[in-house]
Protein backbone atom coordinates (compact mmCIF):
# COMPACT_ATOMS: atom_id res chain seq x y z
CA UNK A 1 0.00 0.00 0.00
CA UNK A 2 1.75 3.54 -1.23
CA UNK A 3 0.40 6.00 0.61
CA UNK A 4 0.38 9.71 -0.83
CA UNK A 5 -0.51 12.72 1.72
CA UNK A 6 -1.34 15.86 -0.23
CA UNK A 7 -1.85 19.54 0.68
CA UNK A 8 1.43 21.31 1.18
CA UNK A 9 1.08 24.80 1.82
CA UNK A 10 2.09 28.28 3.35
CA UNK A 11 -1.18 29.80 4.93
CA UNK A 12 -1.72 32.93 7.43
CA UNK A 13 -2.64 32.37 10.77
CA UNK A 14 -6.12 31.60 11.20
CA UNK A 15 -6.29 30.52 7.55
CA UNK A 16 -7.22 26.91 6.42
CA UNK A 17 -5.75 23.77 4.23
CA UNK A 18 -7.00 20.46 3.11
CA UNK A 19 -4.68 17.81 3.80
CA UNK A 20 -5.65 14.65 1.69
CA UNK A 21 -4.67 11.11 1.71
CA UNK A 22 -5.17 8.23 -0.92
CA UNK A 23 -3.92 5.46 -2.39
CA UNK A 24 -4.68 3.10 -5.28
CA UNK A 25 -4.97 -0.36 -6.06
CA UNK A 26 -6.49 -0.81 -2.33
CA UNK A 27 -9.55 0.35 -0.79
CA UNK A 28 -8.90 2.28 2.55
CA UNK A 29 -12.55 1.61 3.69
CA UNK A 30 -11.46 -0.86 6.24
CA UNK A 31 -8.30 0.75 7.16
CA UNK A 32 -7.73 2.92 10.46
CA UNK A 33 -6.07 6.28 8.49
CA UNK A 34 -4.46 8.51 11.08
CA UNK A 35 -3.19 12.01 10.51
CA UNK A 36 0.16 12.78 12.20
CA UNK A 37 2.88 15.84 12.32
CA UNK A 38 6.14 16.52 13.24
CA UNK A 39 7.38 20.08 14.19
CA UNK A 40 11.32 20.92 13.85
CA UNK A 41 13.05 19.88 17.29
CA UNK A 42 9.98 17.78 18.43
CA UNK A 43 8.49 14.36 17.84
CA UNK A 44 5.69 12.86 16.23
CA UNK A 45 2.42 14.41 17.36
CA UNK A 46 -0.46 12.08 16.30
CA UNK A 47 -3.68 14.29 15.52
CA UNK A 48 -6.53 12.40 14.61
CA UNK A 49 -8.12 8.79 13.45
CA UNK A 50 -10.76 7.14 11.47
CA UNK A 51 -11.30 3.66 12.35
CA UNK A 52 -11.96 1.55 9.25
CA UNK A 53 -15.59 0.47 8.41
CA UNK A 54 -17.36 2.01 11.22
CA UNK A 55 -15.17 5.28 11.01
CA UNK A 56 -15.04 5.94 14.74
CA UNK A 57 -13.44 9.54 15.17
CA UNK A 58 -10.85 10.81 17.38
CA UNK A 59 -8.91 14.03 18.07
CA UNK A 60 -5.85 15.03 19.85
CA UNK A 61 -6.44 18.02 22.38
CA UNK A 62 -4.16 20.37 20.32
CA UNK A 63 -6.44 20.16 17.43
CA UNK A 64 -10.16 19.11 18.81
CA UNK A 65 -12.44 21.62 17.19
CA UNK A 66 -10.41 23.46 14.99
CA UNK A 67 -9.34 20.03 12.27
CA UNK A 68 -11.86 17.30 11.00
CA UNK A 69 -11.14 14.14 9.66
CA UNK A 70 -13.07 12.52 7.07
CA UNK A 71 -13.75 9.97 4.59
CA UNK A 72 -14.36 9.66 0.81
CA UNK A 73 -14.65 6.35 0.20
CA UNK A 74 -15.68 7.01 -3.80
CA UNK A 75 -12.32 9.12 -3.68
CA UNK A 76 -10.53 6.07 -1.80
CA UNK A 77 -9.14 9.53 0.66
CA UNK A 78 -9.13 10.49 3.90
CA UNK A 79 -9.00 14.54 4.47
CA UNK A 80 -8.00 16.67 6.86
CA UNK A 81 -9.52 19.92 6.88
CA UNK A 82 -7.74 22.07 9.23
CA UNK A 83 -9.47 25.69 10.13
CA UNK A 84 -8.10 28.34 12.68
CA UNK A 85 -4.68 27.12 12.18
CA UNK A 86 -2.04 29.01 14.25
CA UNK A 87 1.81 29.03 13.80
CA UNK A 88 2.39 26.50 15.85
CA UNK A 89 0.51 24.07 13.58
CA UNK A 90 3.39 24.62 11.64
CA UNK A 91 4.89 20.82 10.60
CA UNK A 92 5.30 17.57 8.27
CA UNK A 93 1.42 16.26 8.19
CA UNK A 94 1.67 12.33 7.14
CA UNK A 95 -0.83 10.23 7.10
CA UNK A 96 -1.18 6.49 8.28
CA UNK A 97 -2.98 3.23 7.46
CA UNK A 98 -3.74 0.56 9.82
CA UNK A 99 -4.83 -2.60 8.30
CA UNK A 100 -6.94 -4.25 11.18
CA UNK A 101 -9.03 -0.38 11.30
CA UNK A 102 -8.16 0.10 14.50
CA UNK A 103 -6.98 3.72 15.75
CA UNK A 104 -5.33 2.49 18.82
CA UNK A 105 -3.69 -0.74 20.05
CA UNK A 106 -2.63 -2.19 16.62
CA UNK A 107 -0.04 0.20 15.00
CA UNK A 108 0.75 1.29 11.75
CA UNK A 109 1.02 -0.38 8.74
CA UNK A 110 1.96 1.59 6.29
CA UNK A 111 3.14 5.65 6.30
CA UNK A 112 2.70 8.03 3.18
CA UNK A 113 5.25 10.94 2.47
CA UNK A 114 5.33 13.73 4.77
CA UNK A 115 3.55 17.09 3.44
CA UNK A 116 4.68 20.67 5.12
CA UNK A 117 2.50 22.57 6.38
CA UNK A 118 3.04 26.57 7.24
CA UNK A 119 1.81 28.75 9.38
CA UNK A 120 3.39 31.95 8.83
CA UNK A 121 2.11 36.23 8.35
Known amino acids: VHLQAFGAGLVQPGGSLRLSCTTS????????IGWFRQAPGKGREGLSC????????SYAESVQGRFTISRDSAKNTVYLQMNSLKPQDTAVYYC???????????????WGQGTQVTVSS
Open 50 to 57: ISGNDDTI
Open 25 to 32: GVALDSYA
Open 96 to 110: AAGVLGRCVGFGWDY
